[in-house]
């Protein structure tokens, strides 16, 4: 197992102004990503709205489709914790941006932003990511890994419904299949998912070559080529700047997010 994987994600504040949070609680606790709940609400909500209006449609106008009020609340503070639904927050604002551009990639795309907000969700990466495609995850390194991050905080029963929970959205986000027993799948990487992670690579110090290398590359499944052919065509679609040839590599992806203040 990877153990190291994540060693190198600590918390500075580039990260924290971009909306990343640390420490040992997280969604997943109660619920999974939610794929299908994010993907009707951002087909539902307009694109430059508050955060109050995403309260409001998921609360009053029920557009999740939840059959209690109680049920529609937790959801809406569950998400709200989740994926910020503020474009205050840059990690969201960028992820509103790239829904629209890439439909294949929304399951990587809201992953990264998951793994960016939930530190429960990252907790697991390394037992997910370090199998080889058609692997088990081992259960007992599961549950290991979630109780390394959370000590005494949580309950045997407790861990074992955030392992079920995290197991559940690494399905959902296409790095492992079955519903008892879990195989590792390869995830499949899109344009827009390599250049939100190449963002977030940034952001903890990643630079040049190296972002290829960050944890959140890894996520994707990419190899070096991939990385290199959907970072050429996030510059032509100006979602990064990139100079790559000749032995060198000069990328800056701050402006996947044109609106946001300089964080560097």
């Known amino acids: 197992m990877e153990s190291s994987f994540w060693s190198k994600i600590t918390p500075n504040e580039n990260a924290k102004q971009a909306g990343f949070r640390f420490g040992d609680k997280g969604t997943h606790t109660s619920l999974t990503i ?12 307009p ?9 409001k449609a998921i609360i009053d106008e029920n557009v999740l489709g939840k ?15 989740l994926y910020a639904l503020d474009l205050g927050v840059p990690i969201f604002r960028i992820l ?45 390194n599961y549950l290991y890994e979630i109780k390394s991050a959370t000590g ?22 296409g790095h492992l299949d079955g519903r008892f027993r879990k195989i590792r799948k390869l995830a499949k990487p899109t344009v827009c998912s390599v250049a939100y992670a190449l963002w977030m690579g940034s952001l903890f110090n990643f630079s040049g070559e190296k972002l290829f290398t960050s944890p959140w590359m890894k996520i994707l499944d990419c190899n070096r080529d991939e990385i ?10 100006r979602l990064l700047d990139a100079n790559i040839g000749g032995g060198v ?16």
């Open 34 to 45: 939610m794929l299908n709940e994010l993907n009707d609400l951002m087909n539902t909500v």
């Open 47 to 55: 694109v430059n709205v508050k955060r109050d209006d995403y309260a």
């Open 67 to 81: 059959s209690t009020a109680s049920t529609r609340k937790a959801y809406n503070q569950r998400m709200g914790e």
């Open 96 to 140: 509103r941006r790239l829904w629209d551009i890439d439909e294949e990639g929304r399951p990587l795309i809201a992953m990264l932003c998951a793994l960016g907000r939930d530190p429960l969700l990252r907790s697991t990466a390394s037992s997910v990511i370090s199998l080889s495609a058609g692997d088990e995850l081992i259960r007992h």
């Open 152 to 173: 005494d905080r949580l309950n045997d029963m407790s861990i074992d419904k955030v392992a079920r929970n995290t197991g559940s959205s690494w399905t959902q986000s």
């Open 228 to 237: 290199i052919e959907h970072t050429l065509h996030a510059k032509r679609l």
């Open 249 to 264: 590599v000069e990328i800056n992806p701050t402006c996947i997010d044109p609106d946001m203040e300089v964080l560097y």
